[in-house]
C-alpha cells in the first residue's frame, strides 16, 4: 500500500497539496504508466519534485486548463494514466465542457486533482474557491468523485484511482495541519464508506475537511450522552448506498456536511438518496451557502459560516430542541 | 505511409463515390443534415482514407496505427461514408445513421472498431485530443501520425490556439492539423461572423509550419502532407475549399450547411456528380 511509505504526521503538516505531489511521484516509481499535468500550478500541486525525477513524465500545459484536460484525454489513449492537476473552479468550472466531453462522454481514464477545493484559500477569494466543483461534476455521469478525509487519504485515493481506468475526479481540501483523520496507513476502497465512529442515534456523514470536524462535534455531543456516528463518505460517486441505508434504519437524525456549497454535492445527494428511497429520517444539511462568500481567513470563514465544531454542535442541540 | 501508389483516378472515383452515398444516406434519414461541410472535406478524407493512412482493416485498435481525429465533428455524414467506401465501417452501420438506437448520428461518437477515435460536435475539442495522442505516440517512440481536420470556423474556439501553442511548445512533429478552409459558419461567412486575419500567418505565429493549398486537389493535398513529414514543427494544412463542392446548388450555398435533400434535388445533385471518373471538377 502506497501510503505504508509515509509518516502520517509528517504529510498532515505539509497539507493536502503538497501531500498530493509526493503520493504522485512515490506512485510513479512504481507504475510507469503515470504522467502529472499541470497548468501552470506544478509548484502549488507539489509536483517539483516529480518535475525533478521524472522530467519525461511531467507536462505542463501552460495556463490553460481546457487544454490540460483535453491533451490529458488524448493522453489517456494509448494507456497512460494522466493525473491533472489545478486549483478546483479552474478545472470543474473552466473546463467544465472539456470534463463532460473527455471525462464523461468517452470516459477517458484521467485523473483530475482539484488543489485547494473548499474555501482553503482564504483570502484569495471566491475567484479560486471550490464552492461548486462537486456538484458540477456530479451533475456529469459516470465521473467518480473522491473527497479525501486527511492526507493519508490523499495518498490512497491517488493509488487507488489507478486501480480502475474509470474517470475520476479528486478534491482536496484542507490545508497544512489540518487535522488528522488517520493516525497511520489505511484501507481504503472507492465507493466504500468508512465507520470512523459506530453508527449511532445520530450520525454524521462526512466528507473531506469536515470529517474530523464532525469527529469533534461527535465528541462534544456525545458528552451530552448523545450515541453520535461519523462516516467518512469519501466517494461521491459512486455512493455507498449499503452504508447509507444502514444509517437510515439505525439513526434518528443524519448530519451531511461538506466544505461545498449545501445546495449540491455531498448534502445534496445524500438528500436524494433518502428521497428516493423513501426514507423518513431527518436530515440535517451543513455546507456553504449558495452565494459568493465574504473575505477572510480559512478559519473565519469556516466559523462564519458555522463549519466549526461548536457551530454544528449548538445547530445539532437546537434541532433536537424542536 | 501507406505503400499503395497514388492514383488519382482511384480517388477521384471513391470521392465522388462518397459525395453520391453521402446525399443517399442524407436523404433516407429525413432530417437535415450537415452536407455542406462534409462535401467539403470529401477529397481530403479521400487522400486520408485511400492513400495516407496507415491502419489495418482488419485490426481497427492496432496500437501502432495512425490516428485520424474530425474535430469539426458535425461533417460527421461525410466521415462514415468514407469509413464506410474504405471497408473500415460496415455498410449495415452507415444504413443506420440517425436511426433509433444507431450507433452513429449527427456527430461522432468514439467507437474504435468503426474508426471514431473520439467523440466530437462540440466545436474546439479534437486539437488538444490529437495533442495528447502525439504526446503519447512520442513517448512510447511509435512511429505513426496524427491527422486532426478542424473547421475554419471552429478556429474562433479559444481552446483550439491553446492547443496550438502546446504542440509547438511540446515540440510535437507527428501531428498535422488541417483547416477545412470553406470560407462559411453557421450564421454566414468566417469574413462577416469573426474574421481571423491570415490565418496561415497566425498558425506560423503559433510556431506552426502552414503550407496553403487547394483543398479539393489530390495532388496539392499529397504533396502538402508529404511536406508536413519532413518539417521539424507541427504542421497545419490550410485547405481552401468550397462548401457543398460538386453540387451547384448547394456550393457556397450556407443553407446546405444544415440542410435536408429531397428525392428530386437528390437526383439533381447525383447527376450532377456522375460517375465520370474522368471528370476534373474535382481538382479545380
Given at each position: 500500500m502506497l501510503s505504508e511509505k509515509f509518516n502520517p504526521r509528517q504529510i498532515a503538516r505539509l497539507g493536502p497539496r503538497a501531500t498530493y505531489g509526493q503520493a504522485l511521484l512515490e506512485f510513479a516509481k512504481v507504475n510507469d504508466s503515470v504522467i502529472a499535468m499541470s497548468a501552470d500550478l506544478g509548484n502549488s500541486s507539489g509536483l517539483d519534485r516529480f518535475k525533478a525525477t521524472f522530467p519525461n513524465r511531467f507536462i505542463n500545459v501552460g495556463i490553460a486548463e481546457q487544454n490540460l484536460v483535453g491533451v490529458a484525454s488524448g493522453i489517456s489513449q494509448l494507456g497512460y494514466v494522466p493525473y491533472a492537476s489545478s486549483f478546483a473552479p479552474f478545472l470543474a468550472c473552466r473546463a467544465l465542457e472539456q470534463i463532460r466531453m473527455n471525462l464523461g462522454y468517452m470516459a477517458s481514464n484521467v485523473k483530475l486533482v482539484a488543489i485547494?477545493?473548499?474555501?482553503?484559500?482564504g483570502y484569495l477569494g471566491n475567484s479560486h474557491f471550490g464552492l461548486e466543483d462537486a456538484g458540477l461534476i456530479h451533475a456529469i455521469p459516470g465521473i467518480t468523485i473522491i473527497s479525501p478525509a486527511d492526507c493519508i487519504e490523499v495518498v490512497n485515493a491517488v493509488e487507488a484511482c489507478?486501480?480502475?481506468?474509470d474517470p475520476t475526479f479528486i478534491r482536496l481540501t484542507g490545508l497544512p495541519n489540518s487535522p488528522m483523520v488517520y493516525e497511520e496507513s489505511s484501507e481504503f476502497e472507492i465507493g466504500k464508506a468508512v465507520?470512523?465512529?459506530?453508527?449511532?442515534d445520530i450520525t454524521f456523514v462526512a466528507s473531506g475537511s469536515m470529517v474530523a470536524t464532525c469527529l469533534s462535534a461527535a465528541k462534544i455531543l456525545e458528552e451530552t450522552g448523545l450515541s453520535v456516528g461519523v462516516v467518512n463518505m469519501h466517494t461521491l460517486r459512486p455512493l455507498d448506498e449499503t452504508c447509507l441505508t444502514s444509517i437510515a434504519n439505525q439513526s434518528r437524525l443524519i448530519v451531511s456536511a461538506e466544505e461545498h456549497a449545501v445546495t449540491s454535492g455531498l448534502n445534496s445527494v445524500v438528500g436524494d438518496f433518502l428521497q428516493r428511497n423513501k426514507f423518513s429520517i431527518p436530515q440535517i444539511k451543513l455546507g456553504l451557502p449558495p452565494k459568493f462568500l465574504e473575505n477572510g481567513s480559512y478559519e473565519y470563514l469556516m466559523k462564519r459560516y458555522e463549519l466549526d465544531a461548536d457551530s454544528i454542535v449548538k445547530k445539532i442541540l437546537h434541532e433536537l430542541k424542536q | 505511409m501507406n505503400e499503395i501508389s497514388f492514383n488519382q483516378k482511384d480517388l477521384k472515383s471513391h470521392a465522388a463515390n462518397i459525395r453520391r452515398s453521402i446525399l443517399r444516406i442524407a436523404e433516407q434519414s429525413s432530417g437535415p443534415s450537415h452536407i455542406g461541410g462534409s462535401f467539403s472535406i470529401v477529397e481530403i478524407l479521400t487522400y486520408l482514407y485511400g492513400h495516407y493512412l496507415n491502419i489495418k482493416i482488419d485490426d481497427p485498435r492496432w496500437m501502432q496505427r495512425d490516428r485520424f481525429i474530425l474535430s469539426k465533428g458535425h461533417a460527421a455524414l461525410g466521415f462514415y461514408v468514407a469509413l464506410t467506401e474504405f471497408g473500415i465501417m460496415p455498410e449495415s452501420v452507415l444504413e443506420s445513421?440517425?436511426?433509433?438506437?444507431?450507433?452513429?448520428?449527427?456527430h461522432p461518437i468514439q467507437d474504435l472498431d468503426f474508426g471514431i477515435e473520439s467523440s466530437n460536435g462540440s466545436l474546439g475539442h479534437g486539437l488538444a485530443f490529437g495533442v495528447g495522442l502525439a504526446w503519447a505516440t512520442r513517448a512510447k517512440n511509435q512511429e505513426n501520425r496524427i491527422v486532426v481536420l478542424l473547421g475554419d470556423g471552429e478556429c474562433n474556439e479559444g481552446s483550439v490556439w491553446e492547443a496550438a501553442m502546446s504542440a509547438a511548445h511540446l515540440q510535437l512533429t507527428n501531428i498535422t492539423a488541417i483547416v477545412d478552409a470553406n470560407g462559411l459558419q453557421s450564421d454566414g461567412t468566417t469574413e462577416s461572423v469573426m474574421k481571423i486575419n491570415q490565418i496561415e500567418n497566425v498558425w506560423k505565429s503559433f510556431g506552426w509550419e502552414a503550407i496553403k493549398i487547394n483543398g479539393h486537389d489530390f495532388t496539392e493535398i499529397d504533396k502538402a502532407f508529404k511536406t508536413s513529414q519532413t518539417i521539424s514543427a507541427p504542421v497545419v494544412i490550410i485547405a481552401e475549399t468550397t462548401k457543398g463542392k460538386g453540387v451547384s446548388f448547394m456550393e457556397n450555398n450556407n443553407e446546405w450547411h444544415h440542410g435536408r435533400i429531397t428525392q428530386t434535388l437528390l437526383e439533381q445533385a447525383v447527376s450532377e456528380i456522375g460517375s465520370n471518373t474522368d471528370d476534373n471538377r474535382w481538382s479545380v
Open positions: 485547494g477545493s473548499g474555501i482553503s484559500m489507478a486501480r480502475t481506468n465507520e470512523i465512529r459506530p453508527i449511532g | 445513421y440517425k436511426k433509433d438506437e444507431s450507433k452513429i448520428i449527427a
